[in-house]
């Protein structure tokens, strides 16, 4: 079993900045892939952004392209989003996951655990 927890979320004005964490135990394994979704009220599940096992390779949704960055630290089993600029349609509950392999990719079924997730709202 692998437990993620999420933290760092908050309220922020538009165009500030937060920092969430994802710190990972039990079972974990540091070359596996790890990545960042959100789901916004009223709508679905929506990639973020993703970090191979290595910490080699990411990859951005478009709409965070630019101001998201991912990052991890193996030898803490903790993978980060470092958010800027952010905009009210940034507000949502953010999750991160681990994947089933090394590869970065955006669709769900490529991860096998979830965080409980972390609310990050922006006022406008």
């Known amino acids: 079993q692998v437990q993620l927890v999420e933290s760092g979320g908050g309220v922020v004005q538009a165009g500030g900045s937060l920092r969430l964490s994802c710190a990972a135990s039990?079972?974990?394994?540091?070359?596996?892939?790890m990545g960042w979704f959100r789901r916004a009220p009223g709508k679905e599940r929506e990639f973020v952004a993703s970090?191979?096992?290595?910490?080699?390779?990411?990859y951005y949704a478009d709409s965070v392209k630019g101001r998201f960055t991912i990052s991890r630290d193996n030898a803490k089993n903790t993978v980060y989003l470092q958010m800027n600029s952010l905009s009210p349609e940034d507000t949502a509950v953010y999750y991160c996951?681990?994947?089933?392999?090394?590869?970065?990719?955006?669709?769900?079924?490529?991860?096998?655990?979830w965080g409980q997730g972390t609310q990050v709202t922006v006022s406008s």
């Open positions: 970090i191979s096992g290595t910490g080699g390779f990411a």
């Open positions: 996951a681990k994947g089933r392999g090394g590869g970065a990719y955006s669709f769900p079924s490529a991860y096998d655990y």
């Open positions: 039990g079972r974990t394994a540091s070359n596996t892939a």
